[in-house]
């Protein structure tokens, strides 16, 4: 009896881990605790499919996960595979709802090579057993659909699960089953859910079905559910391969319940100016309304937010009609994403050394335009501020300073000073200042004569 991982390699996972089988898998993190196996001695056995049971280990048998061992069965006995020991198993069976002693068998032995052999002999008939079962259904007109086959491991007993979508009298049918394959016969009645976890297959999602893969409990999904989710009620889109409504239908209710919460009633009707708005559609996850004109038909389509809709229906109230719903929010302020790097401008540190340096030294003027260059965002409100209340100042400051010539540019400031060195006819030194070159005359200016005259007359420096 070989038994593999559900992706098809492999055996058993880990020490923790059981069969991966779909839905029964069971992680035992209790596992690598020493002598958690002593504990108890319960045991969860598992057999064909969705089937598992509990058994006592009376005879103290070393039991590990994956050993194949012989259970006591009515009548005959049944060959599963351990799943679970330890600590774990009795919550197991709270959660099975197993309180009867009476409901727990035990364990007989591990599974010898005789008991496997009639095992195999036993699981080999079962799809045969199946067909054939549905032909002699189908012969007595039972309304009902065979669905699965399971023998026992001794081949003494067979499970037939069936679907039926009412009572069904099949007295008749176990006669004839009975006759047929010289076994016991048992009738399971399964629901189409349970019927498509044990066939398995692909969802619309592209996913496993999620009743062949986790799903042990199945809750009825009703339409309230797709309402709720403002979904259309389209039997093609909202049934799964079960043919009913799909379970996960049932999976964002709650949350969708609680955002309708924060939208207005669809029977609530909007008074403007404009005129009277009436419920079109909403967006329930980004608590959006969208309001039409027209009741029948979209006409003139207004999309505003819950707020916003909540706050003119309290407007209506007071006998108030806004201009219209498109009117900006109160106390609402524009959110935009805040970057630390480009809160503040790129040019700040050059704006304080142009302060100290002043305005005319050429590499601040560089740089300002390095930073104009490199500036991405527009100044904010405080450097405005600041270059504003500097405009007055610089504008004092030039005021109360001496009228001076403008700097000349490097090349023509060259040309100017070759002329007044020809006309002086004495060649600049190198130790001269630059105040001692000409400047041009001016009307009541004696005093500027004079210092002419004394810097021509001063002797050069070596």
């Known amino acids: 009896m070989e038994y593999k991982l559900h992706n098809g390699s492999g055996g058993l996972c880990c020490r923790s881990c059981g069969r991966q089988d779909k839905q029964l898998n069971t992680y035992d993190w209790l596992a690598d605790i020493p002598g958690n196996d002593e504990e108890t001695d319960l045991v969860e056995v598992q057999f064909k499919n969705t089937r598992k049971g509990y058994y006592h280990n009376s005879n103290g048998l070393p039991l590990q996960k994956g050993d194949i061992v012989a259970v006591e069965a009515s009548p005959g006995h049944d060959i ?44 080999a008939r079962e ?140 029977e609530i009707t909007l008074e403007t100016k404009d005129g009277t708005f009436y419920f079109f559609k909403a967006d329930i996850l980004t608590n959006q309304v969208t309001y039409s004109t027209d009741k029948a038909i979209p006409a003139n389509l207004v999309t505003i937010s819950g707020r916003r809709a909540f706050e003119v229906i309290g407007l209506n109230k007071r006998g108030i009609k806004p201009d219209n719903l498109n009117e900006e929010e109160r106390h609402s302020e524009s959110k935009k994403a805040v970057d630390l790097v480009e809160q503040e401008s790129l040019t700040r540190f050059d704006r304080t050394r142009k302060n100290k340096g002043g305005n005319n030294s050429s590499e601040g003027k560089k740089k300002k335009k390095k930073g104009s260059a490199g500036n991405v965002r527009p100044e904010g409100e405080e450097q405005v501020k600041a270059a504003q209340e500097a405009k007055p100042k610089e504008q004092a400051a030039k005021a ?28 600049r030194q190198k130790g001269q200042p630059k105040d001692a070159q000409p400047r041009p005359k001016k009307q009541g200016s004696p005093s500027k004569e004079a210092q002419k005259k004394s810097t021509d007359e001063q002797p050069a420096q070596s």
């Open 400 to 427: 109360n300073k001496e009228p001076q010539a403008d700097k000349p540019k490097e090349g023509q400031g060259r040309q100017k000073g070759q002329k007044a060195r020809q006309k002086d006819g004495q060649p």
């Open 80 to 123: 599963g595979v351990v799943t679970l020991t330890g600590r774990l198993v009795p919550l197991q069976l709270r959660k099975a709802n197993i309180k009867s002693e009476a409901d727990i068998k035990r364990i007989y032995r591990k599974a010898k090579p005789v008991d496997m052999d009639k095992y195999r002999e036993a699981k």
């Open 127 to 266: 799809h045969d057993t199946m067909i054939r079962s549905r032909q002699i259904a189908l012969s007595l007109n039972l309304d009902m659909k065979i669905g699965d086959v399971e023998y026992q491991g001794d081949g003494n007993k067979a499970i037939f699960y069936y679907i039926a979508e009412g009572r069904v009298d099949f007295r008749q049918l176990i006669k004839v089953l009975a006759e047929v394959f010289r076994v016991r016969i048992e009738m399971k009645q399964i629901g189409a859910r349970q019927e498509a976890g044990r066939i398995g297959g692909i969802g619309p999602c592209g996913r496993e079905l999620c009743c062949a893969t986790w799903m042990t409990s199945f809750v009825s999904v009703s339409t309230s559910a797709a309402r709720y989710q403002d979904i259309s009620l389209n039997p093609q889109k909202l049934a799964g391969q079960c043919a009913k409504l799909k379970c996960c239908l049932n999976y964002e209710v709650d949350c969708y319940v609680e955002a309708q919460k924060r939208l207005p009633s669809k």
